[in-house]
T-cell receptor, first 115, second 117 residues
Framework: AQTVTQSQPEMSVQEAETVTLSCTYD???????LFWYKQPPSRQMILVIR??????QNATENRFSVNFQKAAKSFSLKISDSQLGDTAMYFC????????????FGTGTRLTIIP | GAGVSQSPSNKVTEKGKDVELRCDPI?????LYWYRQRLGQGLEFLIY????????KSGLPSDRFSAERTGESVSTLTIQRTQQEDSAVYLC???????????????FGPGTRLTVL
C-alpha cells in the first residue's frame, strides 16, 4: 500500500515571496505519478502539477515547480511570486502508473498568502 | 463543457437515517470515483467504477456504504443508518479512458458536505 505524508499542516507567506511545500511518500512501485492539488474554500479540487516517476526532469507549470527526488521519495512544490489567489489547501497525491487508478492523498497543507 | 456535478451541495441528517448522494460525471467519462474527506484530512478512496467492469469497493469503510452506477452516467452513493463519524465532504471524480499505459486525469466535482447530527 502507498502512503503520502505532508508534515506542514499550515504555512503562510507574504505576497510575491516564494514558498515550498513538502511531501514524502512510500511505495514499492517503480513507475507512478505524483500530483499537487489545490483546494480553495469552494471545495473544488484543482490539479496544479503532475510528475511522472520515470521522468528525471522536474515538472513546471508557470509559477509552480516541483523538486522530485525519487530515491528519497520526496516531492516538494515551489510556488514563486505567490499571489493572494494561491491561498488554499494543497494536497500531495500518488497514483500507480496504470490507465485508471485511485489517488492516495496526504493530509494537506493550509497555505495563506498575506497581503 | 459541463464539469462533474454533485447534489445536494449540503445535506444535514439525523443519526440513523439513510442518505443518497448523487454524482453526474463528465459526458463520455467511463471511470468514476468516490472519495471521502473528513475535516482536516486528505481524501480517502471509497469506490471506483470503470465501464461495465465490477466496481472496486475496497475503500468502503463498512457495509452501511454502497454505490451504484447506471451504465456510464449517474452514480449514487448511499449511506444507511448514518453515524456521526460519517460527517464529511463526499467528492466524486470522473476520467476518460485513453488506455492502460496513458495518464487519465481525474476531474473532481464540488462535493457534498454531509452533516450527521
Amino acid at each position: 500500500a502507498q502512503t503520502v505524508t505532508q508534515s506542514q499542516p499550515e504555512m503562510s507567506v507574504q505576497e510575491a515571496e516564494t514558498v515550498t511545500l513538502s511531501c514524502t511518500y512510500d511505495t514499492s512501485e517503480n513507475n507512478y505519478y505524483l500530483f499537487w492539488y489545490k483546494q480553495p474554500p469552494s471545495r473544488q479540487m484543482i490539479l496544479v502539477i503532475r510528475q511522472e516517476a520515470y521522468k528525471q526532469q522536474n515538472a513546471t507549470e508557470n509559477r509552480f515547480s516541483v523538486n522530485f527526488q525519487k530515491a528519497a521519495k520526496s516531492f516538494s512544490l515551489k510556488i514563486s511570486d505567490s499571489q493572494l489567489g494561491d491561498t488554499a489547501m494543497y494536497f500531495c497525491a500518488f497514483m500507480k502508473h496504470v490507465g485508471n487508478e485511485k489517488l492516495t492523498f496526504g493530509t494537506g497543507t493550509r497555505l495563506t498568502i498575506i497581503p | 463543457g459541463a464539469g462533474v456535478s454533485q447534489s445536494p451541495s449540503n445535506k444535514v441528517t439525523e443519526k440513523g437515517k439513510d442518505v443518497e448522494l448523487r454524482c453526474d460525471p463528465i459526458s463520455g467519462h467511463t471511470a468514476l470515483y468516490w472519495y471521502r474527506q473528513r475535516l482536516g484530512q486528505g481524501l480517502e478512496f471509497l469506490i471506483y467504477f470503470q465501464g461495465n467492469s465490477a466496481p472496486d469497493k475496497s475503500g468502503l469503510p463498512s457495509d452501511r456504504f454502497s454505490a451504484e452506477r447506471t451504465g456510464e452516467s449517474v452514480s449514487t452513493l448511499t449511506i444507511q443508518r448514518t453515524q456521526q463519524e460519517d460527517s464529511a465532504v463526499y467528492l466524486c471524480a470522473s476520467s476518460f479512458d485513453y488506455g492502460q499505459e496513458v495518464y487519465n486525469e481525474q476531474f473532481f466535482g464540488p462535493g457534498t458536505r454531509l452533516t450527521v447530527l
